[in-house]
Protein backbone atom coordinates (compact mmCIF):
# COMPACT_ATOMS: atom_id res chain seq x y z
CA UNK A 1 0.00 0.00 0.00
CA UNK A 2 1.50 3.31 -0.82
CA UNK A 3 1.49 6.09 2.19
CA UNK A 4 0.35 9.21 0.95
CA UNK A 5 2.38 12.55 1.61
CA UNK A 6 -0.27 15.50 0.90
CA UNK A 7 3.26 17.89 -0.33
CA UNK A 8 3.96 15.58 -2.68
CA UNK A 9 0.39 14.20 -4.04
CA UNK A 10 -1.84 15.66 -6.98
CA UNK A 11 -5.41 14.93 -7.07
CA UNK A 12 -7.37 15.33 -10.84
CA UNK A 13 -11.28 15.47 -10.77
CA UNK A 14 -12.74 16.69 -14.64
CA UNK A 15 -15.94 16.19 -16.22
CA UNK A 16 -16.82 12.69 -18.01
CA UNK A 17 -17.63 14.30 -21.38
CA UNK A 18 -15.02 15.89 -23.10
CA UNK A 19 -15.15 17.52 -26.81
CA UNK A 20 -13.19 16.10 -29.18
CA UNK A 21 -12.10 19.70 -30.85
CA UNK A 22 -10.60 20.19 -27.17
CA UNK A 23 -8.74 17.44 -26.87
CA UNK A 24 -5.40 18.62 -28.48
CA UNK A 25 -5.34 21.69 -25.93
CA UNK A 26 -6.39 19.89 -23.00
CA UNK A 27 -3.84 17.19 -23.14
CA UNK A 28 -1.38 20.01 -23.60
CA UNK A 29 -2.60 21.55 -20.60
CA UNK A 30 -1.84 18.50 -18.91
CA UNK A 31 1.28 17.53 -19.74
CA UNK A 32 2.18 21.03 -18.68
CA UNK A 33 0.96 20.89 -15.99
CA UNK A 34 2.37 17.50 -15.06
CA UNK A 35 5.89 19.53 -15.53
CA UNK A 36 5.03 22.18 -13.06
CA UNK A 37 3.95 19.99 -10.73
CA UNK A 38 7.37 17.26 -11.12
CA UNK A 39 9.35 20.06 -10.93
CA UNK A 40 7.62 21.22 -7.49
CA UNK A 41 8.45 18.17 -6.13
CA UNK A 42 5.12 16.36 -6.65
CA UNK A 43 4.89 12.51 -7.07
CA UNK A 44 1.89 10.49 -6.76
CA UNK A 45 -0.72 11.28 -9.15
CA UNK A 46 -4.10 9.94 -8.01
CA UNK A 47 -7.23 9.51 -10.76
CA UNK A 48 -10.71 8.41 -9.96
CA UNK A 49 -10.54 6.05 -13.00
CA UNK A 50 -13.79 7.38 -14.91
CA UNK A 51 -14.29 8.02 -18.49
CA UNK A 52 -13.31 11.22 -20.11
CA UNK A 53 -11.08 13.30 -18.26
CA UNK A 54 -9.63 10.63 -15.74
CA UNK A 55 -8.91 8.78 -18.71
CA UNK A 56 -7.13 11.41 -20.48
CA UNK A 57 -5.15 12.29 -17.35
CA UNK A 58 -3.96 8.95 -16.05
CA UNK A 59 -2.88 8.29 -19.58
CA UNK A 60 -0.91 11.34 -19.75
CA UNK A 61 0.92 10.50 -16.49
CA UNK A 62 1.58 6.98 -17.07
CA UNK A 63 3.76 9.11 -20.52
CA UNK A 64 5.36 10.93 -17.86
CA UNK A 65 6.23 8.53 -15.91
CA UNK A 66 8.52 6.79 -18.78
CA UNK A 67 10.52 9.89 -18.59
CA UNK A 68 10.56 10.58 -14.98
CA UNK A 69 11.86 8.75 -11.73
CA UNK A 70 10.07 7.87 -8.96
CA UNK A 71 6.33 8.91 -10.47
CA UNK A 72 3.52 6.88 -8.71
CA UNK A 73 -0.33 6.32 -10.41
CA UNK A 74 -2.65 5.50 -8.22
CA UNK A 75 -6.11 4.85 -9.61
CA UNK A 76 -9.27 4.94 -6.93
CA UNK A 77 -11.70 3.00 -7.97
CA UNK A 78 -15.37 4.06 -6.20
CA UNK A 79 -16.83 0.46 -6.69
CA UNK A 80 -15.77 -2.25 -7.79
CA UNK A 81 -18.76 -2.46 -10.11
CA UNK A 82 -17.90 0.75 -11.69
CA UNK A 83 -17.17 0.14 -15.50
CA UNK A 84 -20.13 -2.45 -15.94
CA UNK A 85 -22.06 -0.14 -18.01
CA UNK A 86 -19.15 1.28 -19.96
CA UNK A 87 -18.56 -0.39 -23.57
CA UNK A 88 -16.10 -3.35 -24.49
CA UNK A 89 -13.51 -0.52 -25.64
CA UNK A 90 -13.58 1.50 -22.65
CA UNK A 91 -13.25 -1.58 -20.76
CA UNK A 92 -10.12 -2.62 -22.38
CA UNK A 93 -8.55 0.71 -22.27
CA UNK A 94 -9.54 0.80 -18.25
CA UNK A 95 -7.86 -2.50 -17.92
CA UNK A 96 -4.75 -1.07 -19.26
CA UNK A 97 -4.79 1.76 -17.48
CA UNK A 98 -4.85 -0.40 -14.25
CA UNK A 99 -2.58 -3.24 -14.97
CA UNK A 100 0.13 0.06 -15.52
CA UNK A 101 -0.74 1.84 -12.44
CA UNK A 102 1.43 1.42 -9.32
CA UNK A 103 -1.64 0.74 -7.25
CA UNK A 104 -5.17 0.47 -7.86
CA UNK A 105 -7.24 1.40 -4.80
CA UNK A 106 -11.13 -0.11 -4.62
CA UNK A 107 -13.24 1.72 -1.84
CA UNK A 108 -16.15 -0.88 -2.20
CA UNK A 109 -17.30 -3.62 -3.15
CA UNK A 110 -20.70 -2.86 -4.17
CA UNK A 111 -22.11 0.36 -5.49
CA UNK A 112 -23.83 2.20 -3.22
CA UNK A 113 -25.69 6.29 -3.36
CA UNK A 114 -22.59 8.39 -2.61
CA UNK A 115 -19.81 6.40 -3.13
CA UNK A 116 -18.55 8.20 -6.15
CA UNK A 117 -18.17 10.99 -3.82
CA UNK A 118 -16.46 9.47 -1.08
CA UNK A 119 -13.91 8.20 -3.39
CA UNK A 120 -13.42 12.42 -4.56
CA UNK A 121 -12.69 12.72 -0.79
CA UNK A 122 -10.31 10.35 -0.61
CA UNK A 123 -8.46 11.79 -3.09
CA UNK A 124 -8.68 15.76 -1.50
CA UNK A 125 -7.99 14.45 1.27
CA UNK A 126 -4.76 12.89 0.21
CA UNK A 127 -3.75 15.76 -1.80
CA UNK A 128 -2.43 19.17 -1.38
CA UNK A 129 -2.95 19.96 -5.34
CA UNK A 130 -5.86 19.44 -7.47
CA UNK A 131 -5.49 19.45 -11.25
CA UNK A 132 -9.25 20.43 -12.53
CA UNK A 133 -10.93 20.84 -15.48
CA UNK A 134 -14.16 22.60 -14.72
CA UNK A 135 -16.40 24.30 -17.43
CA UNK A 136 -19.79 23.83 -15.20
CA UNK A 137 -20.71 24.65 -11.73
CA UNK A 138 -22.35 21.17 -10.94
CA UNK A 139 -22.00 17.50 -10.78
CA UNK A 140 -18.88 15.79 -9.25
CA UNK A 141 -16.81 17.59 -10.51
CA UNK A 142 -17.89 21.26 -9.19
CA UNK A 143 -18.68 19.04 -6.21
CA UNK A 144 -14.92 17.74 -5.48
CA UNK A 145 -13.69 21.48 -6.64
CA UNK A 146 -15.98 23.18 -3.98
CA UNK A 147 -14.16 20.33 -1.33
CA UNK A 148 -11.22 21.13 -2.16
CA UNK A 149 -11.46 24.72 -2.17
CA UNK A 150 -13.05 24.22 1.56
CA UNK A 151 -10.11 21.70 2.43
CA UNK A 152 -7.70 24.33 1.21
CA UNK A 153 -5.70 22.77 -1.48
CA UNK A 154 -4.37 24.42 -4.26
CA UNK A 155 -6.19 24.07 -7.80
CA UNK A 156 -5.33 24.95 -11.21
CA UNK A 157 -8.53 24.70 -13.55
CA UNK A 158 -7.01 22.93 -16.94
CA UNK A 159 -10.32 24.89 -18.62
CA UNK A 160 -8.88 28.28 -18.79
CA UNK A 161 -5.70 29.75 -20.03
CA UNK A 162 -2.66 28.82 -18.23
CA UNK A 163 -1.75 31.67 -15.93
CA UNK A 164 2.16 33.30 -16.37
CA UNK A 165 3.45 33.07 -12.77
CA UNK A 166 4.88 29.20 -12.44
CA UNK A 167 3.53 26.80 -9.73
CA UNK A 168 4.51 27.63 -6.69
CA UNK A 169 3.53 26.19 -3.18
CA UNK A 170 5.09 29.29 -1.24
CA UNK A 171 2.43 31.48 -2.77
CA UNK A 172 -0.52 29.23 -4.04
CA UNK A 173 -2.26 32.09 -5.58
CA UNK A 174 0.37 32.12 -8.28
CA UNK A 175 -1.54 28.45 -9.45
CA UNK A 176 -5.05 29.30 -8.53
CA UNK A 177 -7.13 30.31 -12.12
CA UNK A 178 -10.15 28.51 -10.46
CA UNK A 179 -10.55 31.61 -8.29
CA UNK A 180 -11.65 33.65 -11.06
CA UNK A 181 -14.76 31.55 -11.41
CA UNK A 182 -15.55 30.55 -7.47
CA UNK A 183 -15.95 34.17 -6.80
CA UNK A 184 -18.71 34.21 -8.63
CA UNK A 185 -20.09 31.36 -7.19
CA UNK A 186 -18.71 32.46 -3.24
CA UNK A 187 -22.24 31.04 -2.01
CA UNK A 188 -21.41 27.67 -2.96
CA UNK A 189 -17.55 27.52 -2.97
CA UNK A 190 -16.53 27.22 0.72
CA UNK A 191 -19.70 25.38 1.21
CA UNK A 192 -19.19 21.36 2.51
CA UNK A 193 -20.50 19.65 -0.49
CA UNK A 194 -20.89 16.07 1.05
CA UNK A 195 -22.51 13.82 3.55
CA UNK A 196 -21.29 10.85 3.98
CA UNK A 197 -24.34 8.00 4.13
CA UNK A 198 -22.28 4.84 4.68
CA UNK A 199 -18.84 3.52 5.42
CA UNK A 200 -16.78 2.18 3.38
CA UNK A 201 -14.62 -0.48 2.96
CA UNK A 202 -10.66 -0.38 1.52
CA UNK A 203 -9.18 -2.95 -0.79
CA UNK A 204 -5.77 -2.85 -2.41
CA UNK A 205 -5.26 -4.57 -5.64
CA UNK A 206 -1.29 -3.69 -6.79
CA UNK A 207 -0.23 -4.20 -10.21
CA UNK A 208 0.42 -7.93 -10.15
CA UNK A 209 -2.93 -8.73 -8.49
CA UNK A 210 -5.08 -7.18 -11.39
CA UNK A 211 -6.46 -10.19 -13.57
CA UNK A 212 -5.35 -10.02 -16.79
CA UNK A 213 -7.71 -11.29 -19.85
Known amino acids: MINYDPETTVCFTGHRNLQPADLPVLT ?37 RADHPGIRLVIAVPCITQANR ?25 YYTGCMQVRNRFMVDASSLCLCYLVRFEGGTWSTVRYALHRGLMLKNLAMPDLPAPLMKENPWNSISIFRSASENAGTALSFPFRLRRKSRTRILHRSSVKRR
Not at 41 to 63: H, K, P, S
Request: charged content about 25%; overall charge negative; glycine content about 6%.
Open 28 to 64: ARVDAALCQAYESGYRTFLCGGARGFDTLAAQEVLRF
Open 86 to 110: WSAAEKRLRESILLQADEVRVLSDF
